[in-house]
C-alpha cells in the first residue's frame, strides 16, 4: 500500500532538512509531503530543495497543526499515512521502520512513537492511560484519521482524538520506544517566554480534549 510521510512545519528552515532526508531515503515511504502552515521563513523553500512535496497553507502564521494533517490527507491518495514532526533530532532509518512497519505488515492500525525521554515521562504517562500517547511520530490506515471529526483537529487536540478513536473501536494499536529521538524544545526554539507560552498551551490544549471526548464520545459511534 501506498505510504506518504506527512510533515507539519512552521518556520522550521533551521531544521526540516534533517528530517526529509532520511524519510526520502527510506524504502518503506512513497513521498515525503510538507504542510507548510503559514511559516513566515524559507521553510516552504528548503523542503522543495531537500526533495519533498510542499503543500502551503495561507494562513500567516499558522491555521494549527491538526487543520494542517487534515489538509495534507487530502493532499495525497495514499492508504498508509505517517506523521512526522519538523524539530526532530537525530531521527534515523529505525525509528521511521519502528513506526511505520506495524502498520504496513497488518500488525496494527495504528502505530505511535514513544520518544524515550529522560525518567521515563512518556512511558509512565503511556502506563497510566493510553490516550496520553501523544508522540508526533505515528502512522495508521487513512480511514482512521478520516474518521475523526473536525472540531478535533483544533492545535494538538487531534493526536488525542486518534488515540480515543482507536480506543473506543478496539482497533490495535502498537507503541513502539524509538531511542535516541528528540526534538528541538520550544524554548531554544523560539526563546524561553514565548516557548514557555506555546508550551502551556499545548499541555491546556491536550487536558481540555481529554475531558472532551468522555462527554463527546457519541461523535465516535
Known amino acids: 500500500m501506498k505510504t506518504t510521510a506527512i510533515i507539519p512545519a512552521l518556520n522550521e528552515e533551521g531544521n526540516i532538512a534533517n ?59 495514499a492508504e498508509i499515512i505517517a506523521f512526522f514532526d519538523a524539530d526532530l533530532i537525530g531521527l534515523e532509518q529505525r525509528h521511521i521502520d519502528l513506526v511505520i512497519k506495524p502498520v504496513q505488515e497488518g500488525k496494527a492500525e495504528m502505530c505511535v512513537g514513544i520518544r524515550v525521554r529522560y525518567g521515563g515521562l512518556s512511558e509512565f504517562m503511556l502506563k497510566i492511560d493510553p490516550l496520553l500517547a501523544i508522540g508526533g511520530e505515528r502512522a495508521m490506515k487513512r480511514e482512521i484519521f478520516l474518521k475523526i471529526p473536525e472540531k478535533f483537529m483544533q492545535g494538538f487536540a487531534v493526536e488525542t482524538a486518534l488515540n ?44 481540555k480534549i481529554r475531558f472532551m471526548l468522555k462527554e463527546l464520545k457519541n461523535n465516535f459511534k
Open 164 to 207: 480515543y478513536y482507536c480506543q473506543i473501536k478496539k482497533l490495535p494499536v502498537v507503541h513502539n520506544r524509538l531511542i535516541g529521538l528528540k526534538v528541538i524544545i520550544k524554548e531554544k526554539k523560539w526563546g524561553f517566554w514565548k516557548g514557555f507560552r506555546n508550551r502551556l498551551k499545548m499541555i491546556g490544549q491536550m487536558i
Open 19 to 77: 528530517v526529509i532526508k532520511p524519510l526520502l531515503a527510506s524504502k518503506n515511504i512513497d513521498e515525503v509531503l510538507v504542510v507548510d502552515d503559514g511559516s513566515t521563513d524559507r521553510t516552504a523553500e528548503i523542503s522543495k530543495q531537500a526533495g519533498a512535496k510542499v503543500l502551503s497553507l495561507p494562513k500567516k502564521g499558522g491555521s494549527g497543526k491538526g487543520n494542517a494533517m487534515r489538509k495534507a490527507i487530502e493532499f495525497t491518495d
